[in-house]
């Protein structure tokens, strides 16, 4: 009886073990998604604590502020379920059945797999939780009404995970998986219709409308108006250094992604990303650019 206890035992403390290192690699994964994410940037205020929120972000429909995503339970995600977590990612909805606007970026999001986005939720829980209210967004009528965006998801959002194409290299696939699921570099490179709605003609192409009313290059690989002169090894350096090939820097919103997000990811990661974008058929769209 003895034996059988003890063999009990350590089965449990086996199992108890397996469990602790695979929560333990979920947390590490996590962290390092977490910037492929870019969520830092987007979810701390100037002078606010890391991922609690409150920044606010000029639109051309008025001005939206960020939620905390600590893992506070009042007033962060603390009292959220996986399936919560991936609810909100993957279809735009909150645990009270509330509909987001897209300024969060759940029509990429949608593209990422569950294992990576519950890795991220895992970092998320592992850190001290924030206490910070969220504020009011401020936008005007009609845009104001939450469960408007019911009708603006049937019009433009197509929810599903990504599917890697049989026609281009694992690294192209990772690449595309990166800047379109994880980094949603569309949402920010992508000019919109009157609606807010992505104009899928004009993926990458920039636009004159970015967040805070920034002006958003185009990152199609067209030799006038996009990145088509820089080479794939210069790509990968901007997003690791924010150095341009004329070893100008990035600023703004850009310098913030490379700072908070791509900076942290391996070189292999950022060529991938590289590859990816030097892959897409060029779009011709804006002013000629130098480097």
């Not at 695979?22 to 002078?47: K, Q």
């Not at 206490?131 to 009404?145: E, L, M, Q, V, Y």
């Not at 108006?225 to 341009?244: F, N, R």
Request: glycine share 12%; net charge negative; charged share 20%.
């Amino acid at each position: 009886m003895r034996g059988i206890v003890a063999a009990a035992a350590l089965a449990a403390a086996f199992v108890g073990g397996v469990a602790r290192a695979e929560s333990a690699d979920a947390v590490a994964r996590g962290a390092y998604l977490l910037h492929a994410g870019g969520c830092i940037a987007c979810h701390t205020a100037p002078g606010g604590a890391q991922l609690a929120g409150g920044r606010a972000m000029e639109t051309p429909f008025g001005t939206f502020y960020t939620p905390n995503i600590t893992a506070d339970v009042e007033t962060g995600i603390g009292a959220w379920s996986d399936a919560d977590f991936l609810r909100a990612l993957r279809e735009g909805v909150s645990p009270k059945g509330e509909h987001y606007y897209p300024v969060f970026p759940f029509t990429s999001y949608t593209r990422a797999t569950a294992e990576d986005l519950l890795a991220i939720k895992a970092y998320l829980f592992s850190l001290p939780p924030v206490a910070n209210p969220r504020k009011n967004h401020d936008i005007g009528f009609p845009f104001s009404i939450r469960a408007l965006q019911a009708g603006w998801k049937l019009l433009f959002f197509r929810p599903g995970e990504f599917q890697p194409r049989a026609s281009v290299s694992a690294q192209v696939n990772r690449g595309a998986y990166l800047v379109q699921a994880l980094g949603h570099c569309g949402e920010c490179h992508t000019p919109r219709n009157p609606a807010g709605g992505a104009l899928v003609g004009l993926a990458f192409a920039g636009t004159l409308d970015g967040p805070d009313g920034e002006v958003v290059p185009n990152i199609t690989p067209d030799p006038v108006t996009g990145i088509g002169a820089w080479s794939v090894d210069e790509i990968a350096e901007l997003l690791s250094t924010g150095t341009k090939p004329d070893f100008d820097n990035v600023q703004g919103s850009m310098a913030e992604v490379v700072d908070d997000g791509t900076g942290h990811l391996s070189d292999e990661d950022r060529a991938a990303m590289a590859a990816y974008l030097a892959s897409l058929a060029p779009v011709r769209h804006g002013k000629p650019r130098g480097n």
